[in-house]
């Protein structure tokens, strides 16, 4: 399916529910909707790594939710401070736009690329599901050589989106990472079938 | 001196400076902390040059030996310094961005603001499950008045606002976003004494001196003089506690009924003063309705939500029904007179209620006159519906949007109405389903009020700096 160019975001935006979809706030309309993507800014809430703390990343171990929440640490920011990522530092951000899919739409996040020219990528796992609902979590980090200085509500993303072929019942998006409104903590544990795999391991 | 004392105070010099030194020393760490205002760490800054000012002050007067006036000083500083300063540290401690509905914290300061002008809030959490107001400034002065040099208490005191009040709410309610309309009534207090001005509490006084000698003849004056006073506070703590309530019906309008309500639930008994003196519970929620009723939010009648248009769209039909059943149940129970009938076999709790009930009226006029921007139905009106809609299809109610270039900024008050609205309509029916399920939807409504709040927080910002954004009225 075609990307959506800016005119046909904006009708959009102006559906009725349950077909309409929502970002908000767009604060500046017309600088942020752009031919084919729309930008979102960075929210105020961060999830940091504290690497003291951490042993190693294995999401089939006992006990990996804890532990995935022990070694990270939210941090809130306000409007006018400064949030510094260091080179080589991965920070979960979120978008300070909620959306609202629907399920007739989906979407790829990317780093706006000014800021990735400056080595800052946003994220990595880009796709945005149909019917998906919530804040994004960002994955923030500084492929640069230098220290990036970042703000809550500058433009960082910008959301790229695109029809879906709907069947005669549309899908409903049911994603563990639904209804966010900060960064959300890794969830991989949710994955059963990881234990599958590892199982031969755990044997041993 | 004998020998035990004079060994105590051996060290009076060096333990005063040690305990000055840890405190600073904890305010700097608490400085370090991440807060939703400036406020918090600006008076843990003030408290830091407190510290200093009175270790200079020791270092200043240190006398080995020190004489028994020193000794006397020294300890004023002690006592000053763990019982006055080091409990200022709970306020700034309890008030860090992940102890505190962060993105309530800045809406909450400026309501507050509104209604006490030139006022500061440090919004604090606390473990005891109460709301509670303390100004600051007044508990400070006097004991630094009486140790440190007027030039340098001054220095210090300019650094303080002259009105600021640490606000406190009950920490296990955090992420309970709506029970923080309470905030409203705790605003409210600081506002009584232009109400109780000298001549009222003065005619109060005559009045139950009068009914009270009526009720009691033959009395002896020691029983009469007992009874008179305990009417008398009684009167004054029920009037004052009235009075809040009502500038909380002004401010959040019928959220300031709902919120109190979910307090009241947790009291033993509806009908009784409390021990604090607090008017019974059911007299409180009458009061609040009859300030609903006469600012057109319910029917004069039948406590129906009265501010609701006519037709709605894009909300379930049965909402409006709902919000009514609620609201008939606390009609059943304000239309209920046993406090009254609780009251009634006391003589001094009679007379000063029957002072209190008569004067209602015109407390709630002077809450309604005294305001600078009430909430009014017509706002209620206006914009809770369009608000809720966006709930009921999981949005944050930060705004009501025509079109992606249309939108209109609410009022916090709207904000928090449409999560009220949504927790009677669509959450409490929910109430017997597992606790996990009713947790969940819980959860997610607190998340999406407390995203709406941030959004218009920003949104403010935004719009003043780009001015193309209309200020949101808060």
Redesign the interface.
Known sequence: MALLSKAVI?TW??KD??DRL?I???????VQ?DEGAVDLRLG?TFILTRKAELEMVDATREGIEANIQRYQT??????G?KFVLHPSELVLGVT?E?L?FPAQLGGYVLTRSSWGRLGLIIATATFVNPGF?G?LTLELLNLGEAPIVLYP?IRVAQLVLHGVEVGKEPGSHKGRYQ?A??PEFSRIYADKELRVWAAREKAE | MDAVHEQLSESASADSFLKAEKIREEGSRLLRL????DTPPAFGSFVCDVCDALGRLILDQYRAPATPAEERELTLVTICLVARIAPMLGFVEGAT??KTP?NLVLPLERIGEAVLPGSKFIISRQWRYNYTVIELRQLLESPLRAILSPNECDRLLTKLSPNLYAMSFPAIERENVLLHVNFAHEVGHPLEDQYFLPERAASVLIELRRRIEREMPGAGVVRLVSTIGRASELTDAATRELFSDAISASVFGPSALFALSEVARLSESMDEIAEDMHPPWRLRLRHIVKVLQERGFLDQEDFTLKAWPEATT?LPNDVKRKVDDWLAEIGDITSQTSDRQAIAGDIAARCAYEIVERTLPDVREFARANLADPYTCEEFRDDVPELLGRLF????P??I?E???K?RPVKVASILAAGWLFRLAELLSLADQPPRDYTQRVG?LN??I??AL??K???D???AF?G??EQGGD
């Open positions: 904006k935006l102006d529910f349950p929502v908000t706030p767009i604060l500046d309309p017309e909707i105020t939210r941090v809130a920011k306000r409007l401070e300070l909620y609202s609902k804040c509500g209804w409104t900060e | 991440t807060y939703p205002s961005s992940d962060a894009g299809h999981d949005l944050p930060n705004q949007e079109a992606h270039n939108v997610l998340r999406l407390l995203k941030e959004l927080t920003i949104q910002h935004f719009g780009h193309t954004v």
